[in-house]
């Protein structure tokens, strides 16, 4: 297809995440297709009740069109590599440079984020999430970036437990403030697989970013093949990699920070909640928290005496700032009322962000590994 007849496609089919198919479409196809399935488009609209051939050509315009930054099957990554949430503290001359070349530089970084602090001036401005395979080190990994841009320190905070792992922003849009689920929520422990080559080699194909044309019937069969690998065999080491807890969601992922389709942000404030809950309670704590239905992320982890000691963190997003801090007093309210309480709460508000799958190829970090001098 031509640029000028794909553009003419685009601008013929509605873009917005706003228009009522595509919002019955992106509030399924966000994180409702749990797992490996192998029709995902079929399974998308089977759920949205629409024609396999509507769901695939909205999402391929909202690809096309950005209104979707990626379509891909994504991992449960902290099942395949030692992960960890990373707050750097920086001088504020360097800020910048830190965002991009990491941002740049080091694809087993995913989220690079420069926030600011609810509280006030903050050093620690840099956020950043590391996925490093097993066999190699997170803090050999952090130091070398901390050579290269200059950070003072970093603190390295592994996910403990996770209680809440999501999207779904469309389906949070107006979201009643205070709305929570009847039951605690579960509680996730990172367990590393050991994978063989032939897993690798499906894994690796399984999730790279479809393209637009890659939208429709037979997708695995094609990446299958284009692997050099026979496609039920694909599909069964696919499902048996699911069934051993690797795979996460079949994903549309909705640009939520940045204008779409000629609209404003979809999500325009987005918070990193944390909490120091009293020691010893912090599963208890983060069930309670992990009811609330406008949080996408809620994990323990230990942020330790420079960051005031907080050990329960949540990210929300909404479209205004006061939106979101409705949501949060909602949480601490509940927090007071059930008796667990906190000594410490925060709000990093999110600022430019580069947001891009981590990578967890240990062959790929040899290679990376070796360029940068770590091996």
């Known amino acids: 297809m031509t640029a000028l007849a794909e553009n003419a496609v685009v601008a013929a089919v509605p873009v917005s995440p706003r228009d009522p198919v595509n919002r019955r479409i992106l509030e399924v196809s966000e994180d409702r297709v749990r797992g490996f399935v192998r029709e995902p488009f079929a399974e998308i609209a089977r759920r949205a009740g ?9 999402i391929q315009a909202m690809l096309r069109a950005g209104t979707i930054r990626r ?24 800020v910048e440079g830190a965002y991009r070349f990491i941002a740049k530089r080091d694809p087993f970084s995913g989220h690079v984020v420069i926030r600011n602090s609810e509280t006030g001036t903050s050093e620690w401005r840099l956020w950043t999430t590391l996925k490093v395979p097993s066999g190699f080190s997170v803090e050999a990994h952090c130091e070398y970036l901390r050579l290269q841009i200059g950070a003072e320190k970093y603190r ?4 403990l437990r996770a209680f809440v792992l999501g999207v779904g922003h469309m389906r949070r849009k107006g979201m009643t403030v205070g709305e929570m689920s009847d039951e605690p929520a579960g509680v996730m422990e990172a367990a590393i697989v050991q994978l063989d080559d032939r897993d690798w080699d499906v894994l690796v194909a399984l999730k790279r970013d479809l393209d637009p044309e890659e939208v429709g019937p037979g997708v695995w069969t094609r990446r299958a093949i284009a692997a050099g690998i026979d496609p039920e065999t694909f599909c069964s080491v696919a499902e048996d990699l699911d069934r051993r807890g690797v795979i996460g969601r079949f994903s549309t992922f909705l ?6 389709a000629g609209e404003e942000r979809l999500a325009s ?12 309670r912090e599963i208890e704590a983060g069930r309670e928290i992990g009811r609330f239905a406008i949080l996408t992320h809620a994990y323990w982890r230990d942020a330790g005496p ?4 907080v050990n329960i963190m949540a990210v929300a997003h909404g479209e205004t700032k006061e939106q979101v801090m409705a949501h949060k007093a909602a949480i601490d309210q509940h ?26 190829s240990p062959a790929a970090y040899r290679d990376w590994a070796r360029q940068a001098g770590l091996r």
């Open 306 to 309: 420079d960051l005031n000691n």
């Open 255 to 260: 640009e939520h920070t940045k204008p779409v």
């Open 269 to 280: 404030f987005n918070g990193l909640f944390h909490w120091a809950v009293p020691a010893g």
């Open 50 to 58: 629409l024609d396999q051939s509507v769901v695939i050509e909205r």
């Open 71 to 94: 379509v891909r099957q994504t991992l449960l990554a902290t099942n395949l590599a030692q992960g960890a949430l990373i707050a750097w503290k920086i001088d504020e001359s360097l």
């Open 156 to 159: 390295v905070m592994p996910a």
């Open 335 to 360: 927090l007071i009322d059930i008796g667990i309480g906190f000594t410490f709460t925060n709000v990093y508000w999110g600022g430019r962000a580069e947001i891009k799958p981590s990578e967890i």
